[in-house]
Structure formats: C-alpha cells, structure tokens
C-alpha cells in the first residue's frame, strides 16, 4: 500500500495510524509524493493507493482512494476489504 504525501507530513501519519487500525494484518505501508506518482506512478506490486488530498487521476493505477481525514466508515470498510483480499 502506498500512502501519498505532501510536504507537511501530518495528515499521512494519522492516516497511517487509522490504517493500522483497521485489521491485524501485517501492513508494508509506503509514503511517496504527489509528484512522485504523477510522473512516475505507484511502485511496483501495489495494490491500493490512498490520498488525502485531491489529485489528477493518471492513466493507470492500483485502486486509487481519495479520502478525508477521520476515516468515514464506508472508507474504513472499503480499505479493510480491499487489504484482506
């Protein structure tokens, strides 16, 4: 899973900690700029990307998530399923 950053870091590392939250899994969470996966995309072997911010979507990606911060329960449902798949 890739979480999508901006320079501020805040919002990224409540997110990650709601993630966490969400299952008992074992999760391989990475953090890569906006800019980053504009130009180059998510990293190999990625099976969702979630933002908290808005973004442009590029032509391919693994699941693509835009969410707001607390987690809606909807998202943390969806987020769970698609991590225990």
């Known amino acids: 899973m890739v979480i999508l950053t901006n320079s501020e870091g805040g919002k990224e590392k409540t997110l990650e900690l709601q993630i966490r939250e969400l299952t008992l899994l074992p999760l391989n969470i990475k953090f890569q700029s906006l800019a980053e996966f504009q130009v180059r995309g998510a990293p190999k072997n990625t099976v969702l990307v979630i933002s908290p911010f808005s ?11 835009l969410v707001r911060l607390p987690l809606a329960q909807s ?3 969806r987020i769970r399923q698609l991590l225990e798949a």
């Open 75 to 77: 998202q943390q449902e």
């Open 55 to 65: 973004l442009p979507l590029p032509l391919f990606s693994p699941p693509l998530m």
